[in-house]
């Protein structure tokens, strides 16, 4: 992959949108006050009323699956941004149903969407601003694209976003943040040397039930925290569509899907929706869950800039398939700092449960439970650790693309929050629990182990991006 790189643009756009208060950013939008929102946490928007149209955020969107399609409705939504292109390697699908049936996914469908989303904002006459890709270079060229969404396969989120990063946009990329460890270091470093805004998918920080589990934990309310559960769903135990290998059908690029991945047979089993059962495209289901329910254990911990100290892979439980080789059954054991331990299993209970010496609470989305309900009730005071109200998680992008603030997913935390799950793979890999450092992100004593933990393998003619490489 060859992406050129404009250090003058960047350069130039950071020493715009770098004010103190009240100023004038990117292509001039104005910033009101902070009005209460917590320091580093971006500017509140004044009221709902859509901004100029050179005032708008210029948003591009890549990967139109049924992800894709639930950002896209977040983003319609927001008057302060205008939705100016899409792409997509798959004219037009059904993700994981029979060709004509359910949702429509791809390119038509998602230009099809948008174009009468804005239209029906008007005068009701049909929109033919958005253009629309095949290739996420030629949409990340643009000029009047301030910030990228990414919502492909997981086996491209670094290459989209790094590719975004170099043309100067900000980037909200669905979770988990990389498809493999080293590209999550790549991308920390490139969007900390380019001062850039980056939001990680994992909506459930703009949750207020769970933003109280954190409350409840990091102001002492369980007392002194000693362990936490976190539950994700199991993984595929069969295939789950059919296995005969077909053609690509016309209107789908599958060389390009697969890109710098490795090139499998196409099947309905590995595609659309279930992909991530094979390693070269995804990490199962531990690692679509894990940037959800251990985001919100790390940060009900303290641990969100950091990490376990130990991790050991247990009771791992593959499919009788060879169309997969992510686990279907996997617990992850680890050990922080202060001796708290953590499982991240199949076998707990979907969600997460923090348990101290004065008690405990259990969230999963839509329900929170605690052994204390008087902590539940909306007029108790947890203590001075506070999260502030985001708007929701595109309204917190869009107001930091504004203010040059971080958003409340940074890279960093999203990247930090999977690690455990990639050091669950080279644990079971290896057969052997991993001391890690957290500081140095180093598996300690154990080149064979931090070797393999860090292993990126591209298919030509696809860069290896490392945090070497990753300026």
């Keep these: 992959m060859c992406v050129l790189s404009n250090e003058s643009e960047q350069e130039n756009r950071v020493n715009r949108c770098q004010r103190s208060s009240a100023a004038v950013s990117r292509r001039g939008f104005g910033v009101v006050s902070a009005g209460g929102l917590a320091v580093g946490r971006g500017m509140a928007i004044a009221g709902d009323e859509a901004p100029a149209a050179t005032e708008r955020i ?19 939504k927001r008057p302060e941004c205008r939705i100016v292109a899409v792409c997509d390697v798959d004219r037009h699908h ?4 029979p060709w004509g049936r359910g949702k429509a996914f791809g390119r038509g469908p998602a230009e099809r969407l948008i174009n009468q989303s804005y239209a029906a904002k008007k005068s009701g006459v049909i929109h033919r601003g958005l253009q629309v890709y095949s290739d996420y270079r030629e949409l990340i060229g643009r000029k009047d694209i301030d910030a990228i969404v990414v919502a492909t396969p997981d086996h491209w989120h670094a290459a989209c976003t790094f590719a975004a ?52 934990a990091r102001n002492g309310v369980l007392g ?15 295939a789950m569509g059919s296995m005969d290998v077909v053609a690509p059908r016309d209107g789908l690029d599958y060389d390009f899907w697969c890109g710098p991945s490795e090139m499998l047979p196409l099947m309905q089993a590995r595609h659309h929706r279930w992909w991530r059962g094979h390693r070269a495209y995804g990490g199962g289901v531990l690692m679509d869950w894990i940037g959800h329910h251990n985001d919100i254990a790390h940060w009900a911990i303290g641990a969100e800039r ?10 791992w439980v593959f499919p009788d398939t060879d169309v997969y ?23 707990n209970a979907q969600g997460l449960k923090v348990i ?34 985001t708007g929701g998680h595109a309204a917190d992008f869009l107001n930091n693309v504004r203010s040059r603030g971080e958003c409340i997913a940074p890279a960093e935390i999203g990247h930090r929050s999977i690690t455990p799950g990639h050091l669950g793979y080279v644990s079971h890999a290896l057969q052997k629990p991993l001391q890690w450092d957290p500081v140095s992100e180093v598996v300690r004593g154990d080149r064979q182990a931090d070797d393999l933990l860090k292993q990126v393998k591209y298919r030509t003619p696809w860069q290896v991006l490392t945090s070497t490489n990753s300026a």
């Design 58 to 76: 210029g948003i591009g969107v890549i990967g139109l699956g049924s992800r894709g399609f639930n950002l896209i409705d977040d983003f319609l």
């Design 94 to 97: 059904y993700r994981d149903q």
């Design 165 to 216: 990063l170099q043309a100067g946009k900000d980037v909200y990329c669905e979770k988990p943040v990389t498809h493999l460890f080293a590209e999550g270091q790549a991308i920390v470093a490139a969007v900390r040397r380019r001062k850039a805004v980056f939001q990680t998918g994992s909506q459930q920080r703009s949750d207020r039930l769970f933003q109280k589990v954190v409350e409840l």
């Design 224 to 238: 002194d925290v000693t362990s936490v559960e976190v539950g994700l769903p199991a993984g595929y135990d069969k």
């Design 306 to 315: 950091s990490g376990p100290t130990r991790v050991e892979a247990v009771d």
């Design 325 to 347: 080789n992510t686990p279907k059954q996997y617990t992850i054991r680890c050990e922080y700092e202060g001796g708290i331990t953590s499982t991240i299993s199949s076998h």
């Design 356 to 389: 101290g010496s004065e008690g405990w609470v259990y969230a999963r989305r839509g329900k929170i439970e605690a052994s204390d309900e008087r902590w539940l009730n909306r007029d108790f005071q947890p203590g001075s650790f506070r999260i502030s109200a």
